[in-house]
């Protein structure tokens, strides 16, 4: 591609050297306090008006720097100003090589924005999101964000396409894994969290990076669980389920946000104009720039929604995907595209401008390179791994506990570990771990033996092997295998089977047609629970499975989801009472396949609830999931009553506050996450049967009593009708209920009159 600008005038060229001497100024104010608004502009300004056509579609041009060979070597693409973004990139002394090419070599001198997927973790693999979600617990997941950005900083990657904040209510998507679940509410919770830990205080907080919500929008309704399929989604559902924690993450000032791949009713996200243009930037006011999903744009042509790469770009570009990742289709016709003027030279600088200013808010101008000599310090610090053990307690949900075999007691005197994820590293990772090393993974066999005596004999046994390939198959081992497991648990005091899915189970490309223990398990599940012998059954997963015959069979179950680089040493905790699990389910669980789609903010039908006579729903079975949204137990119990609402009766845009007295009334410290619902009784629609409004994770010792409140006011009673198409909050009676799990009992009214 040929230059189509010239370098400007003297005067011009002037400006531009003082933009690029005011580093000093900036350096400064970029250790303490965000730049003004103004002041950035001013500069990407600065830098616009020097840039030619070709430098600024090289601006919006992200390369791949791994998997994808280019036929043109990196250093060159940069110093012709042809890329201004690489991703899976992580190797610090790399990007400072390519960081140097493009600050001393290329013409405009604008550092590369790198990024990549810091999903859970970087080096330190905490758990997945699913996981980090079922916490209930923000400070937490902001936190762990925090030191995934710091060790992603510290390696020179200053851009994490991290939230995922795709609600999903199908779980044979195993994307489900990436997100916090099937509430809009708690999503959003979970995403304002994971924004500030991610970007901090304020974009270009030292130590900090850029984050990104993704994917916009409703990749997460995709027709039957399937990956990438086609979204159907009423604009109903969309603004009051799918966008509320994108909204989040806008208002939390999230700079960038990622389109999705699938079609939204017939038009790919990424070309979709309603979504990147009218919602996103007309609605929300959004600032920064989206970057499309990899090889999106391209891949409109695919989709059979662009008949050629020019139009697909023509489509992407004018839809609002400022950068490409991946493809290069810009790079090839962007410039035709605003030679023939079929797209402005205005057009384009709006388009670059946001992703300059990112770059200038995040300081990469004045430190583009990274401090190698500082970097393993960081990403091998202990405080991480001692927060990656204490979010692995804090996921995991214990689903069943019924004659008190958990907590364990630390005396027996041995062990059966059983299972094809006992002894294992790199599964515990979880997918989207790609900085992380598996050996650094404590298994679950070594968490039992750092935990246990000496004298404790602990004996392991597989069992059956697991790979995604034979899922359905008879072929991950024999007959064999199971009974040296089963003999292995007869000879132990208490047998602790892991079971569940490999890392390459869930995630992206991975959706499944089933939800069954794949392979063998099953099979070697029965024969273990037919000893009799005390069981705990560990589920290690990114999605609920058919657990139905051991929610009857087998007396406890504790999901400990992909925990992460301390898995073991967490799981030996939570087994032997170190530490309460405390997490509740951020779905709802089914009891098979068959459910699906199954989500408690259902609506009510025509025939009440509990009528015999004209059956809502299914007569051949339940409709009830096997384990409610917002449940989990742990080993003590608590008490939560003494519901108070401070209005019978609020005018529209009050205040209600609902308060109860939490108690710990078992005989160990614990913690509980109370749960609070409402619905509306009546309206210009119908409203959810129950809709999570409010929620508090607290810690109690035994006999620790505490009052909660919550507020419900116009954010949290506001919704959008589908008969008025517009946010409301109309005049109804309210029903309140607060308790431990969406089924809570605790409830109470209040009226909102006109
Ligand atoms: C995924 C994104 C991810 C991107 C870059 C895509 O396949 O859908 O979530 O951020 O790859 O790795």
């Known amino acids: 591609m040929t230059s189509r600008r010239r370098p400007g005038s003297l005067l011009r060229n002037l400006t531009f050297v003082i933009a690029c001497l005011s580093p000093f100024v900036q350096a400064q104010s970029h250790e303490t306090s965000a730049p003004s608004e103004a002041a950035v502009q001013q500069r990407a300004n600065t830098l616009l008006h020097h840039m030619t056509t070709d430098e600024k579609i090289g601006q919006l041009t992200q390369l791949f720097y791994q998997y994808f060979p280019d036929t043109v070597s990196f250093e060159e693409r940069i110093r012709k100003g042809q890329v201004g973004s690489f991703l899976f990139i992580t190797d610090p002394v790399a990007i400072n090589h390519l960081q140097h090419v493009a ?82 509410y708690l999503d959003a919770a979970v995403t304002r969290a994971q924004v500030r830990g991610l970007q901090g205080p304020y974009l270009g907080s030292p130590e900090h990076v850029l984050a990104c919500v993704k994917h916009f929008a409703a ?16 604009e109903d559902l969309l603004r009051n389920v799918y966008f509320p924690p994108f909204h989040a993450a806008i208002d939390a000032g999230v700079g960038s946000v990622m389109s999705a791949y699938m079609d939204l009713n017939d038009v790919p996200a990424s070309g979709n104009t309603f979504l990147l243009q009218q ?15 990899a090889f999106a744009v391209q891949d409109l042509t695919t989709h059979g929604f662009a008949s050629d790469p020019q139009e697909a770009t023509y489509r992407a570009f004018s839809a609002g995907v400022n950068m490409d990742m ?6 090839a016709n962007l410039g035709n595209l605003i030679e023939d003027k079929k797209l ?83 599964p515990l990772q979880g997918p989207w771990s790609f900085a992380g090393e598996p050996k650094d993974v404590v ?64 995630g992206e490309a991975a959706s499944r047609s089933s ?24 589920l290690v997963n990114g999605r609920p499975l058919n657990i139905s015959w051991a929610a009857a069979h087998v007396s406890t179950i504790l999901d400990v989801w992909y ?32 459910q699906i789609p199954i989500y408690y903010a259902h609506n009510l039908t025509h025939v009440p609830e509990t009528s015999k006579d004209f059956v809502s729903r299914y007569w051949d079975g339940p409709s009830s999931p096997l384990y409610p949204f917002g449940y989990g137990l742990n080993y003590t119990s608590f008490a939560i009553s003494n519901l108070k609402l401070s209005h019978r009766q609020v005018g529209a845009g009050e205040r209600v506050e609902a308060s109860v007295d939490v108690e710990n009334t078992g005989s160990k410290a614990g913690d509980e996450v109370v749960q609070l619902y409402i619905h509306q009784r009546s309206g210009s629609a119908s409203r959810p049967v129950r809709q999570l409004k409010g929620f508090r994770r607290i810690t109690l010792a035994p006999g620790g009593k505490t009052t909660l409140s919550f507020a419900l006011g116009k954010d949290e009673l506001s919704y959008w009708s589908p008969s008025t198409q517009a946010w409301v909050e109309e005049p109804a009676e309210f029903d309140v209920w607060v308790g431990e799990d969406s089924t809570a009992s605790l409830h109470d009214t209040f009226t909102v009159h006109p």
């Open 103 to 184: 600050v001393e070599e290329s013409r405009m001198h604008i550092p590369l924005l790198i990024g990549f997927d810091v999903i859970h973790g970087f080096r330190t693999t905490f758990p997945v999101p699913l996981a980090l979600a079922s916490s209930w617990d923000p400070s937490l997941i902001e936190h762990v964000q925090t030191v995934a950005a710091h060790e992603a900083s510290a390696a020179g990657v200053r851009w994490a396409f991290t939230p995922m904040v795709d609600i999903a209510r199908d779980p044979r998507w195993g994307r489900i894994v990436e997100g916090a679940g099937e509430d809009p």
């Open 219 to 234: 990749y997460g309704a995709a027709d039957g669980g399937r990956d990438y399929d086609s979204s159907y989604v009423s």
């Open 279 to 293: 919602v996103l930037r007309k609605e929300w006011g959004f600032s920064g720039f989206v970057v499309s999903d």
């Open 326 to 331: 991946g493809s290069k289709t810009y790079l």
């Open 344 to 426: 402005s030279t205005a057009q384009l600088d709006n388009m670059v401008r946001p992703v300059l200013e990112a770059k200038i808010r995040l300081g990469l101008f004045e430190h583009p390179y990274v401090d190698v000599a500082q970097t393993e310090a960081v990403l091998k610090a202990p405080e991480s791994r001692a927060l990656a053990r204490l979010a692995a307690q804090r996921t995991a949900v214990l689903l069943r506990n019924e004659s008190h075999t958990l907590p364990l007691s630390k005396s027996l005197s041995s062990l059966a570990l059983i299972g094809p994820l006992a002894n294992v590293q790199k």
């Open 443 to 506: 298994t679950i066999l070594q968490g039992l033996r750092n935990k246990l005596p000496a004298s404790t004999r602990i004996e392991y046994a597989q069992g059956t092997d697991l790979k995604r390939e034979y899922q359905n198959d008879d072929n991950t081992g024999s007959d064999a295998e199971i009974e040296k497991a089963v003999q292995t648990a007869m000879h132990a005091d208490a047998t602790v089977l892991v079971l569940g899915e490999l890392d390459d189970m869930s």
């Open 515 to 538: 939800l069954d223990l794949a392979g063998r398990q099953q099979r070697l599940l029965e024969a273990v629970a037919a000893t009799g012998k005390p069981l705990v059954l560990v």
């Open 563 to 594: 925990p992460g680089i301390e898995g073991g040493n967490a799981v030996a905790d939570l087994l032997f009472g170190d530490a309460n699990p405390g997490g509740k389910l951020t779905f709802s669980w089914p009891r098979s396949e068959d």
